[in-house]
């Protein structure tokens, strides 16, 4: 194994250190300390790793694992001959306790390099610096913070965007109109939609987040800083000396790595928009040219192949060779896992006729699955949901839809509007919902569009 030196090494001089102290203290305690360290995990086959679910994190998409921290820890674990197992909390303080619990090895998630953490856990991995930023459209956008002076910020109330506003409000002697969202009711990733989308002009959001959601939305300016540099890095406890040493030499060896900025480029850079084409003519009552295949298969599950045929335009815009930013492939975008799940493997996963079958087998599964809708047109939409997002999230919004009292049989403006409230910290670690954080209104916008379409096609296309 490419580490092995490494590890021996490490664990060696650790093992060394820690028998001196023992003999020389002749403290009981010593031998304790040093449970869980590297030496243990490597024993174990197994890394515990807690973070907090969110977009810059961890979170689950159609069914996989996903986020920045993830995939880079996850690399690391793979390097190291590790299994990964993944423990979420719910804020910062929460994940500290667990760590200094045993309940996990590694903290695979920025915390800040401050006096007091310093004091309760071992700083190493990434190091990463970023800043709070104004979040304005590319049209016209201010060029100082001067200029919001006379202007409407909106941010979190009692968030660290508001305080930061605050100060900067004094600092420029007063003048910015700042308006205050309770935190149950929209989060920042919100307000930066709604920035986008002209609904309001500015807000505040850290860097990252702010790089995150400028792959969604094209008209984003994330590009003044409002705050001072803030360092933060990943964290093991205080006597995990052997992990937070080939944490930081396997970060030295691979930070720079391809492999490394690819995962970068995939969360922070590529763009999530499917970009626009024409719909194809229908003048001749044709969709698409696949739509004998999308009629053939339909019939496995009782489906109007219409409905199949505005998946794949709001999937793929009918492009075979689409590859996203998450690796889902070609007309019904699946993803690799779900492919192999229903026996389609990479050679034929961009093939029209395996790819549209593969996709309405896990179309079936999943309808098999909601078995608690009972009204067969509701399931249908309950079922786009869930190929979109994964069938756990769904389920997460009914259960969200059940406790805040909302219709769980149906989706428009029931369901629909529990799976907006996935992206709110309140309603993610409730404990209803087992799947943490989600980026909802992606589904809600996804379903609303296929419906659409697949409204429009019935008008104008014979079934």
């Not at 690399?75 to 303080?93: C, E, P, T, W, Y």
């Not at 979190?156 to 506003?165: A, G, I």
């Not at 379409?453 to 296309?461: F, G, S």
């Given at each position: 194994?490419?580490?092995?030196?490494?590890?021996?090494?490490?664990?060696?001089?650790?093992?060394?250190?820690?028998?001196?102290?023992?003999?020389?203290?002749?403290?009981?305690?010593?031998?304790?300390?040093?449970?869980?360290?590297?030496?243990?995990?490597?024993?174990?086959?197994?890394?515990?790793?807690?973070?907090?679910?969110?977009?810059?994190?961890?979170?689950?998409?159609?069914?996989?694992?996903?986020?920045?921290?993830?995939?880079?820890?996850?690399?690391?674990?793979?390097?190291?001959?590790?299994?990964?197992?993944?423990?979420?909390?719910?804020?910062?303080?929460?994940?500290?306790?667990?760590?200094?619990?045993?309940?996990?090895?590694?903290?695979?998630?920025?915390?800040?390099?401050?006096?007091?953490?310093?004091?309760?856990?071992?700083?190493?991995?990434?190091?990463?610096?970023?800043?709070?930023?104004?979040?304005?459209?590319?049209?016209?956008?201010?060029?100082d913070v001067v200029e919001l002076v006379g202007k409407d910020v909106?941010?979190?109330?009692?968030?660290?965007?508001?305080?930061?506003?605050?100060?900067?409000?004094?600092?420029?002697?007063?003048?910015?109109?700042?308006?205050?969202?309770?935190?149950?009711?929209?989060?920042?990733?919100?307000?930066?939609?709604?920035?986008?989308?002209?609904?309001?002009?500015?807000?505040?959001?850290?860097?990252?987040?702010?790089?995150?959601?400028?792959?969604?939305?094209?008209?984003?300016?994330?590009?003044?800083?409002?705050?001072?540099?803030?360092?933060?890095?990943?964290?093991?406890?205080?006597?995990?000396?052997?992990?937070?040493?080939?944490?930081?030499?396997?970060?030295?060896?691979?930070?720079?790595?391809?492999?490394?900025?690819?995962?970068?480029?995939?969360?922070?850079?590529?763009?999530?928009?499917?970009?626009?084409?024409?719909?194809?003519?229908?003048?001749?009552?044709?969709?698409?040219?696949?739509?004998?295949?999308?009629?053939?298969?339909?019939?496995?599950?009782?489906?109007?192949?219409?409905?199949?045929?505005?998946?794949?335009?709001?999937?793929?815009?009918?492009?075979?060779?689409?590859?996203?930013?998450?690796?889902?492939?070609?007309?019904?975008?699946?993803?690799?896992?779900?492919?192999?799940?229903?026996?389609?493997?990479?050679?034929?996963?961009?093939?029209?006729?395996?790819?549209?079958?593969?996709?309405?087998?896990?179309?079936?599964?999943?309808?098999?699955?909601?078995?608690?809708?009972?009204?067969?047109?509701?399931?249908?939409?309950?079922?786009?949901?869930?190929?979109?997002?994964?069938?756990?999230?769904?389920?997460?919004?009914?259960?969200?839809?059940?406790?805040?009292?909302?219709?769980?049989?149906?989706?428009?403006?029931?369901?629909?509007?529990?799976?907006?409230?996935?992206?709110?910290?309140?309603?993610?670690?409730?404990?209803?919902?087992?799947?943490?954080?989600?980026?909802?209104?992606?589904?809600?916008?996804?379903?609303?569009?296929?419906?659409?379409?697949?409204?429009?096609?019935?008008?104008?296309?014979?079934?």
């Amino acid at each position: 194994m490419k580490y092995t030196s490494i590890i021996h090494t490490i664990i060696g001089i650790t093992i060394a250190a820690t028998c001196i102290a023992m003999c020389s203290c002749g403290n009981s305690q010593s031998g304790k300390q040093h449970n869980n360290d590297l030496d243990t995990i490597i024993a174990q086959g197994e890394l515990r790793v807690l973070t907090i679910s969110g977009s810059t994190s961890y979170f689950f998409y159609k069914g996989e694992e996903m986020g920045y921290e993830y995939e880079v820890i996850k690399r690391f674990a793979d390097d190291m001959g590790l299994k990964l197992q993944v423990i979420v909390a719910h804020n910062v303080a929460q994940l500290t306790k667990m760590l200094n619990d045993s309940v996990g090895d590694i903290i695979a998630y920025d915390i800040p390099i401050i006096d007091n953490a310093q004091d309760e856990v071992m700083h190493c991995g990434p190091l990463s610096i970023t800043e709070q930023v104004l979040v304005q459209r590319n049209e016209n956008p201010i060029a100082d913070v001067v200029e919001l002076v006379g202007k409407d910020v909106y941010v979190e109330k009692d968030s660290k965007y508001e305080k930061r506003l605050i100060n900067l409000n004094k600092e420029l002697g007063g003048g910015i109109n700042i308006h205050y969202i309770e935190p149950d009711t929209i989060t920042t990733e919100d307000l930066i939609e709604k920035v986008a989308q002209g609904e309001i002009d500015y807000t505040l959001a850290d860097g990252n987040l702010a790089r995150i959601n400028s792959t969604y939305y094209n008209n984003l300016d994330i590009y003044i800083k409002v705050s001072f540099p803030q360092r933060s890095q990943w964290a093991v406890r205080k006597h995990s000396t052997q992990l937070a040493q080939a944490i930081n030499q396997w970060t030295s060896e691979h930070y720079e790595s391809e492999e490394i900025k690819a995962i970068n480029k995939r969360y922070f850079e590529s763009s999530k928009r499917m970009e626009q084409h024409a719909i194809l003519s229908i003048t001749e009552g044709r969709i698409s040219p696949f739509d004998e295949i999308f009629k053939q298969e339909a019939q496995a599950i009782n489906w109007d192949w219409r409905l199949l045929a505005a998946m794949a335009y709001i999937e793929s815009r009918f492009d075979t060779t689409v590859v996203s930013w998450m690796g889902a492939r070609g007309l019904m975008q699946l993803m690799p896992k779900t492919a192999e799940i229903f026996g389609l493997g990479m050679d034929s996963i961009d093939m029209p006729q395996p790819n549209i079958r593969a996709a309405v087998q896990s179309l079936s599964s999943i309808e098999n699955n909601l078995v608690s809708v009972e009204d067969r047109a509701e399931k249908l939409k309950f079922t786009i949901a869930a190929y979109n997002s994964g069938l756990g999230h769904v389920f997460d919004a009914i259960a969200i839809a059940k406790k805040y009292d909302k219709n769980p049989q149906v989706w428009y403006n029931e369901v629909e509007e529990a799976m907006n409230m996935k992206a709110n910290p309140e309603y993610y670690n409730d404990e209803v919902c087992r799947f943490g954080y989600f980026r909802g209104r992606q589904t809600t916008t996804y379903v609303r569009d296929v419906m659409s379409l697949y409204n429009y096609y019935c008008k104008k296309i014979p079934q």
